[in-house]
């Protein structure tokens, strides 16, 4: 969630000598320590972290730049403001969507369930990324939701080729380093996947829906 600051506010903490990024999400993150007295909160690098009980939210800090795009704050490396299009990005994923039988969007909240169910170590924008790059190659990308154990577990063996790659940021064209340190969950992900979609081959649904469990949690009903 984009939190939009006033001018003012950046012109306040361009007068820090330090890393003015991090003070600056650490004082957005007191003000919500003082609505949310009792909630584990906690600055990442970009966001503010609010870990609810049934949900996670992250916060991200942002001034508005005459390009209407934003920038919003880096603590590595001493600090620095990051430029973002989100409005670029909710375009591309939009027409992704509508050309590939509006299946990316249920892809997304399908990977997002397994990023936090499994704590996937990848940021949910690149998970959204990857999987618009996914969508548009697979064989299934026009059918309906009766197709969708075969594009996940598709989409785990892609993904797992996808270590140590790059995706391309729409709006911005920055290119962002994926690394592998979740390549190892995308591998279970895959095998759990692919013996789910062997149970439903011969109708043991009951054990299919163990399998999808134990990727993307105990919210996704055993049956159907």
């Known amino acids: 969630m984009y939190f939009l600051l006033p001018p003012d506010v950046c012109q306040r903490f361009q007068g820090y000598l330090w890393n003015r990024q991090s003070a600056l999400l650490q ?74 039988n509006r299946n ?16 996937v170590p990848i940021k949910s924008f690149e998970l959204e990324l990857l999987a618009a790059d996914f969508i548009g190659r697979s064989p299934w990308r026009s059918k309906d939701f009766f197709w969708f154990d075969w594009i996940t577990r598709d989409f785990f063996a892609y993904l797992y080729h996808r270590a140590n790659s790059s995706v391309v940021v729409p709006g911005t064209f920055e290119s962002i380093y994926l690394g592998n340190a979740w390549q190892s969950r995308a591998t279970t992900a895959y095998l759990r996947a692919e013996k789910a979609c062997r149970y439903e081959e011969f109708n043991q649904v009951e054990a299919a829906g163990e399998e999808w469990q134990k990727i993307f949690g105990l919210q996704i009903p055993q049956t159907v």
């Not at 690098?45 to 508005?64: K, S």
């Not at 969007?105 to 704590?119: D, T």
Request: some cysteine.
């Open 104 to 119: 990316l969007r249920p892809l997304i909240r399908m990977l997002k369930s397994w990023q936090a169910w499994c704590s």
């Open 27 to 100: 004082e957005v993150k007191q003000a919500i320590v003082e609505t949310y007295p009792d909630t584990d909160i906690r600055g990442d690098g970009q966001v503010i972290l609010v870990r609810f009980e049934t949900y996670n939210v992250e916060v991200v800090p942002a001034f508005l730049l005459t390009n209407r795009h934003y920038w919003i704050c880096n603590t590595h490396d001493g600090g620095s403001y990051k430029e973002t299009a989100p409005q670029a990005e909710a375009i591309y994923i939009e027409d992704i969507d509508k050309t590939n």
